[in-house]
């Protein structure tokens, strides 16, 4: 999904914001999604995803970083703002969870699965 993310040629994706979260090796192994031009990451690769680990919202030329109190989408917690994508990748690093990553093949509830059996 990164090949894709990165050769897109839509305006709703901000170029920057994706070549900053690619150059992490710690979200490069994570599966990239966007909702909303959001840059979201998942532990799975499938959907149902994983909202465990932070987004970035591009607003009015600044990136808002959010996280979940839970698994529920519909929960969203402020974690910060930051000036250009780089600051904003940052804060998602600094908020990854324990033993995130490499994604995995499948949906949050067989992530589950393995982590709760």
Request: proline share 10%; hydrophobic share 35%; charged share 25%.
């Amino acid at each position: 999904m990164w090949t894709v993310y990165r050769q897109a040629t839509a305006s709703s994706v901000d170029h920057g914001l994706i070549e900053a979260a690619y150059a992490e090796p710690e979200l490069r192994v994570l599966f990239p999604y966007q909702s909303h031009e959001s840059l979201h990451f998942s532990r799975c690769t499938r959907y149902p995803y994983t909202h465990d680990v932070p987004a970035i919202v591009p607003v009015d030329g600044k990136y808002r970083v959010i996280g979940r109190t839970a698994r529920s989408p519909h929960r969203p917690v402020d974690i910060g703002w930051a000036d250009n994508p780089r600051d904003a990748v940052a804060l998602v690093l600094a908020r990854l969870p324990p033993g995130c990553g490499p994604a995995v093949v499948g949906t949050a509830d067989d992530l589950d699965k393995e982590e709760c059996p």
